[in-house]
């Protein structure tokens, strides 16, 4: 199809400090699964879109509308329901899918993709630092997600060079920021070594896809690091708020963000049409 296009959105399990659409990515996931299939949309998974839009492996996807759904960060709330202190009760994002048993493009359930941090030093850390410590970030679920079917596991890196961990895998200097992973050293150390422990936590059950930490990328990354480790990987994805197309790049494909790229479902609405 000449204007064929994906548009791939992405949420965060642990944004939900409020019960408004634009404050909570679980009440906002609920509601625009709603409004995909209102629109007539169906869920891909990423490793059928990537899979498809360079190998052409299959012929349905060339004619209908398509979204995908990825997930960033992977706490425990992608997979299981939990209970908010101040918000109650909330479905985790595996949960949601399932409520949506004929949304996917085969006429299955929909499966998205979690993108998740490898390192358990980092996660253990980022549990006490950025939510409410109660060892909710974990990769224990990891393999059951894998095997369940609903959501795919891929790699977002090793520590995420997050602002709040007190040393990063590739020293100070990357903290807050991925632009600045320029060489093979530091990138093996972010990227080469998550995957590795990915694959063995799921089983050899993870996709080979990766998403960029914040979103960003460098020179480096995309020139020259991923094109040398295709035997590792098969696409990257930034948060360029396009859809993926066939002009799309391997290892720049875009994705929209919730709260960044749409804050009502109007205003998803405006992005899919």
């Known amino acids: 199809m000449k204007d064929w296009r994906v548009p791939v959105l992405t949420y965060h399990g642990l944004h939900a400090p409020g019960w408004d659409y634009h404050e909570n990515d679980h009440v906002a996931l609920e509601q ?19 899979n498809h839009l360079f190998c052409r492996e299959d012929a349905r996807l060339e004619s209908g509308k398509f979204v995908a ?3 960033d960060d992977g706490s425990d709330f992608d ?8 918000w109650g009760y909330l479905k ?9 048993p004929q949304l996917g493009w085969d006429g299955c359930a929909p499966r998205g993709t979690s993108f998740v941090i490898a390192s358990p030093a980092a ?15 974990r990769d224990t679920w990891w393999r059951e997600a894998a095997e369940d079917g609903l959501l795919e596991i891929a790699n977002h890196s090793w520590d995420h060079t997050h ?5 990063l895998v590739v020293g100070p200097e990357h903290r807050g920021t991925f632009r600045l992973i320029r060489t093979m050293k530091d990138a093996d150390k972010e990227i080469l070594q998550a995957e590795k422990m990915i694959r063995e936590k799921t089983g050899g059950q993870s996709v080979p896809l990766f998403a960029y930490p914040y979103g960003e990328l460098s020179d480096y990354l995309t020139d020259e690091y991923f094109p040398s480790r295709t035997d590792w990987f098969m696409a990257a994805f930034t948060t360029a708020g ?3 197309t066939r002009e799309s790049e391997r290892w720049k494909l875009p994705r929209f963000v919730c709260g960044d790229h ?5 205003e998803l609405r405006q992005i899919l049409e």
């Open 242 to 244: 396009e859809p993926v």
């Open 69 to 71: 759904i990825s997930f």
């Open 123 to 137: 996660r253990s850390e980022l549990d006490q630092t950025c939510i409410a410590g109660k060892d909710q970030w």
């Open 32 to 50: 625009d699964l709603g409004l995909i299939d209102e629109l007539g949309f169906k869920v891909v998974p990423l490793s059928v879109l990537v």
């Open 262 to 266: 749409w804050r009502t479902a109007d």
């Open 79 to 86: 997979y299981q329901d939990f209970s908010h202190p101040d």
């Open 163 to 167: 602002r709040s961990l007190k040393s």
């Open 92 to 100: 985790s994002f595996r949960n949601l899918l399932a409520n949506w």
